[in-house]
C-alpha cells in the first residue's frame, strides 16, 4: 500500500525527523490560506498522487505569492497527472501540499528497500541525488552506497556512519545524518514497510538537513497489525478494479494489453500470461480468482474485464485440483448470461470433471471457443484479439 507524502512526512515527524513545514490543501482557497499561515515569501506547491517524477510531469509549481499559490493549485487540482510511473492513465490529483521552497545547497539520495535475495533491509544512499537519480545508478553504479541491516533490529551505527562517510556531508551534520539513516531502518522494520525513498534529502544553506520529498509503501499483508497506517489508505488513487477485487477476494491487477485472463491460481496466471506473450499477444490483466471459483467470484470477474475498453478477447484458464472444472463451468455459463459479454471468450478446462465441464459449455447455446491445450488456448485467444481478426464473440 501506498501513502502520499504529505502522510508519509507526518508519519516520519512522529518519530521525530524534520521536514519543511508544509499544509495541505484541497481547493485553490485553501492553498491561498496554507500560504499565507506559512508566512513564506517562497513556496512550492505540490501535487499528492501515488507517483514519482511529478517534478518533470509538471505536478510541482514554485510560487512567490498568495495569488500565484491559489493559481498554482487551481491548476493542478482536479487534473489527471501522467508520470513515468503512473502510466498512460495517470493518478487524479484531489490534493495539493503548499510547502516551504528550501535554499539548497545540495541533493542527496537516502532510501530503505527490502534486498529478497537476502531477507534483509538495505539502506541507500548517494551524494547526488533528486530527479536523475535513476540515469546516476544507471551510469555509475559506484556512486549508489548500499548498507544491509538486520530483520529484527535495523542498522548498526558504524554502518550508518559508513553511509555518512559516502555521503560526503559537513562534518558537523554527522549526528543528525546518522539518526536520520538509524531511524529510517527502524521505522522500516517496525511500519512494515515496503519502501521508503526521501529524495532529495536536503541539506539547506542554513544547515538544516531535511526530508524534502518522500515516498512510503507498505506491505499490505503485514497492515493487520498497523490499522492507524491502513486508515491512510487512499483508493482514488487506486485502479477501480483492483479496489472492487478486492471485495470478491479476487487477485487482479490491470495491465495494458487486450487480451482478458481469468485463472484459478497465481502460477498459473502467471504461466497464461506468459504463452499469451509467446503467441505474440499482450495480457489486458492478472486475474487470480482462487480454488473456490464460485458463480458468484466468476461473475464478479468477468465483470472487471468487460471494464476494461481495451479488452479483444477473453482466456479463461481452469485447473480442477480442489475445484470441479464442471461447476466453474456452470459458473461461467451463469456469468456469461448475467454480464453479457462482448468480447469473444475462449475456454481451456484441465483437472476434476473437465470432460463434464466440456459438455456443460457444449450443451449451454452460448458461442464458447473450446481449447484443448494451454497452448491452444493462447493461440485462439491471440488469434481473435488481433485487429485482423473478423470473428465475433463465441464464434468457433
Known sequence: MNIHEYQAKALLAARGLAAPSGRLAATPEQ?????????????????????????????????SSRAEAEAAAKKLLGCTLVTAQTGPRGRPVNQVLVQERLDLARELYLGVSLDRSSGRPQVIAAARGGMEIEELARTDPTAILCEYGDPDHGLAPF????????????????????????????????????????????????????????????????????????????????????????????????LEGNIGCMVNGAGLAMATMDLIRLQGGEPANFLDVGGDATVEKVT???????????????????????????????????????????????????????????????ACGLRIASAESLEDAAAKAVALASPNSTRRHGEH
Open 31 to 63: 492553498a491561498a490560506r496554507a500560504f499565507d499561515e506559512l508566512h513564506l515569501q517562497r513556496a512550492v506547491v505540490k501535487a499528492q498522487i501515488h507517483a514519482g517524477g511529478r517534478g518533470k510531469a509538471g505536478g510541482v509549481l514554485f510560487v
Open 159 to 254: 554502518q550508518a556512519r559508513n553511509l555518512f562517510t559516502g555521503l560526503r556531508l559537513p562534518h558537523e551534520q554527522m549526528k543528525p545524518a546518522m539518526e536520520l539513516i538509524l531511524s529510517l531502518a527502524r521505522t522500516f522494520i517496525e511500519c512494515d514497510c515496503s519502501l521508503i525513498e526521501v529524495n532529495p534529502l536536503a541539506l539547506c544553506a542554513d544547515g538544516r538537513l531535511l526530508i524534502a520529498d518522500l515516498k512510503m509503501a507498505f506491505d499490505d499483508n503485514a497492515l493487520r497489525r498497523h490499522p492507524d497506517i491502513a486508515a491512510l489508505r487512499d483508493t482514488a488513487q487506486e485502479d477501480p478494479r483492483e479496489v472492487e477485487a478486492e471485495q470478491y477476494d479476487l487477485s487482479y491487477v490491470g
Open 300 to 362: 464478479a470477474a468477468f465483470r472487471l474485464i468487460e471494464k476494461d475498453e481495451h479488452v479483444r478477447a477473453i482466456l479463461v484458464n481452469i485447473f480442477g485440483g480442489i475445484v470441479r472444472c464442471d461447476l466453474v463451468a456452470d459458473g461461467i455459463v451463469a456469468a456469461v448470461g448475467q454480464v453479457g459479454l462482448r468480447a469473444p471468450l475462449v475456454v481451456r478446462l484441465e483437472g476434476t470433471n473437465a470432460e463434464a465441464g466440456r459438455k456443460v459449455l457444449a
